[in-house]
């Protein structure tokens, strides 16, 4: 098991930034994959973008390509999620993911293990 904690979350106009950070324990991060979804106001858990174990491969949701940009550093048992040029329709609370399995299968819409999740608002 892993443990995921996320920070970041704020509120932001439209069109700014922010970058999510998630911390996670234990000495095997590097053999997860990672990614990171969101639930907007009811609505159903969406998945964002993930990065593959190495970080050689990443994935995003259509609706963040060209925007943001996730990352790994593994020595760091880090990973981040750059956001930019933020829209109304980002808000949402935003969960750090891990999965043994690939970025593939994140991308999917699965994961194996979750964060508590950090809240992103953006304001016209």
């Known amino acids: 098991q892993v443990q995921l904690v996320e920070s970041g979350g704020g509120l932001v106009q439209a069109g700014g930034s922010l970058r999510l950070s998630c911390a996670a324990s234990?000495?095997?991060?590097?053999?997860?994959?990672m990614g990171w979804f969101r639930q907007a106001p009811g609505k159903e858990r969406e998945f964002v973008s993930a990065?593959?174990?190495?970080?050689?491969?990443?994935y995003y949701t259509d609706s963040v390509k060209d925007r943001f940009t996730i990352s790994r550093d593994n020595a760091k048992f880090m990973v981040y999620l750059q956001m930019n040029s933020l829209k109304p329709e980002d808000t949402a609370v935003y969960y750090c993911?891990?999965?043994?399995?690939?970025?593939?299968?994140?991308?999917?819409?699965?994961?194996?293990?979750w964060g508590q999740g950090t809240r992103v608002t953006v304001s016209s």
């Open positions: 234990g000495r095997t991060f590097s053999g997860y994959a």
């Open positions: 990065i593959s174990q190495a970080g050689s491969t990443t």
């Open positions: 993911a891990a999965s043994q399995r690939s970025g593939y299968y994140m991308k999917n819409g699965n994961s194996d293990y």
